[in-house]
């Protein structure tokens, strides 16, 4: 007879009362408890991945189509350090992420358990690894814990990273009681509340420094944007202000689309952006960063604009540059605030915007080798995504080339994981976003979600294809296949003298490929620019998954401030320093 009202009937209760409709994660012995619940409630999916990573890339994608809370799941052992890349991608882009690890029984600890991760006599660690990977990490070690620390997890993942729970099986089958009663609902509130009040410093010093700019105002967003939903208030502040807006490359989606703010638009900041930010920034009377830290990547070509123009910020995290930072945890409420206090007698009357906005590519050097262009590429994904689509791009050339060239859509996110950038995020974050979507619209849905990745990404984690058709999902891999690790090439000819490489793959047929081990999978390799059109169409014509495999080369430099030589079309960004490679004639 089933139980229903043990450690984790109390686990998927409290989640599914809470908003989370889906777990993501791996099956195995020390977690299979949990899978059983979720097994016997309506209200919340246990989904199976392929790959731990993947399962927290899932979670990841979940949380941030703005689902809210993402929550993986694995069991011990290697099952659980496949999550730690994923988690520390989650941290890294302050996405809330709730981790379920398994270990083996307490009464094992220590006693040389298969998987043994308590840290006692000799064995790993759980909780020393995963602290280093999340906001929030506790060991339950009786089932009474539960009640206080789920709470508290989830609390601190609303502050933005992972929170972690370590759960030995013994404990996660544990009968719990509440108040001398089996408990089994889910909807008990031991340890308070699961949220916190957003906190807000004094807008008044903003307000003034914005009321009393003379001259044009530029204003770089971020990533918090998407994850507070206030583009809407972004555009509202932009549009009071008359600013000119760009954003980081991981929040492309939050200003400048149509209807966004799209004629003041000056495009993507740092390392994969558009010149004309920096150029707009540097005659600017203020810059006002908005819910970013302004990472390396964000900032490439822009420090010493931001060292030389009044500079502000609002957002939860104190910038990387020096400027003057009011705090905000709820930016939705704050621009509401700041646009409403800057209106009417009190709108600004010194702003000026030029007639002219700049907007700029970056230029890399012409190639005529085999294969189909990025920029041809990306200009019919351009014309053929429809307003709606969610865009999620991996790391690499591909995803440089995605992140300067292709606009996002209309009502659309567009993902990308920079916080540790790891190679194969966009496969399961696709299929997380695409859950929520379908699960928001109460059905599988015409919306779809266009994955942009390389092949080099796909070897590690493409096999996630697999769990889309599983279940059916509206996803589109989009595979540019260079045969290689191009990123890496690049900088093997650029600063090794391309003497060599160990980063170029043998030939693959991706498309026919996959066809072939994934029966009724709609997949299609095109090795020329002609043939994509109507290959991209018969892909996105489709009821579930499907796979299109473009032909392109390694050899193809891509939009990457790095990777080029200033020219007068270009403003001056530092190449990388040479001064590490030793070089032998």
Known sequence: MVETHRVVDHIVGYLAANGVSHIFGVDGANIEDLYDAAYFRDD?????????????????????????????????????????????????????????????PTTLDGHGAFQDTSGDNGSLDGHALFSAVSVYCRRVLTPADILTALPEALAAARTGGPAVLLLPKNIQQAELRVNGKADGSGNGRAGGSIGTEPRHSDLGPLERALRGVDGPITIIAGEQVARDDARAELERL??????????????????????????????????????????????????????????????????????????????????????????????????????????????PVQVRVPDLV????????????????????????????????????????????????????????????????GMGYSFGAGIGMTFHRASAAGAVTDRRTAVIAGDGSFFMHGMEIHTALQYRLPITFVLFDNHAHAMCVTREQLFYDDRYSYNRFGPSRLGAGLAAMFPGLPAYDVTELRQLPRALGMALDTDGPSVLSIECSADEIPPFAAFLTTTDSTPSIAQENRSHVTARA
Do not use: W
Request: aromatic share 2%.
């Open 238 to 347: 932009r549009a009071t202000l008359r600013a000119r807006v760009a954003t980081v490359p991981d929040a492309k989606d939050v200003a400048g689309t149509p209807g966004l703010g799209s004629s003041s638009a000056l495009g993507v900041a740092g390392v994969m952006g558009h010149p004309g930010v920096s150029a707009a920034a540097a005659q600017s009377a203020m810059c006002l960063l908005v819910g970013t830290r302004m990472t390396v990547t964000a900032r490439a070509g822009l420090d010493e604009a931001l060292g030389q123009v009044a500079t502000y910020s609002i957002g939860s995290q104190v910038p990387f540059p020096a400027c003057t930072h009011v705090h905000s945890d709820d930016l939705r409420q704050s621009l509401t605030m700041l646009a409403r206090a800057l209106s009417g007698p009190g709108r």
């Open 44 to 104: 919340i999916t246990a989904v199976l991945a392929k790959h731990e990573f993947s399962a927290a890339t899932m979670a990841d994608g979940y949380s941030r189509s703005g689902a809210g809370i993402g929550v993986v799941a694995a069991t011990s052992g290697g099952g659980c350090l496949n999550t730690v890349p994923g988690l520390a991608e989650s941290l890294a882009s302050r996405v809330p992420v709730l981790a379920l690890i398994g270990q083996a």
């Open 358 to 421: 700049p907007r700029t590519e970056l230029r890399p050097p012409s190639h005529d080798g085999p294969g189909i262009r990025y920029r041809d590429a990306m200009a019919v994904l351009d014309e053929a995504l429809p307003d709606g689509t969610d865009i999620v791009v991996d790391a690499g050339n591909v995803g440089a080339s995605a992140i300067h060239y292709l606009p996002a859509r209309r009502d659309g996110r567009f993902m990308v994981a920079l916080g540790m950038g």
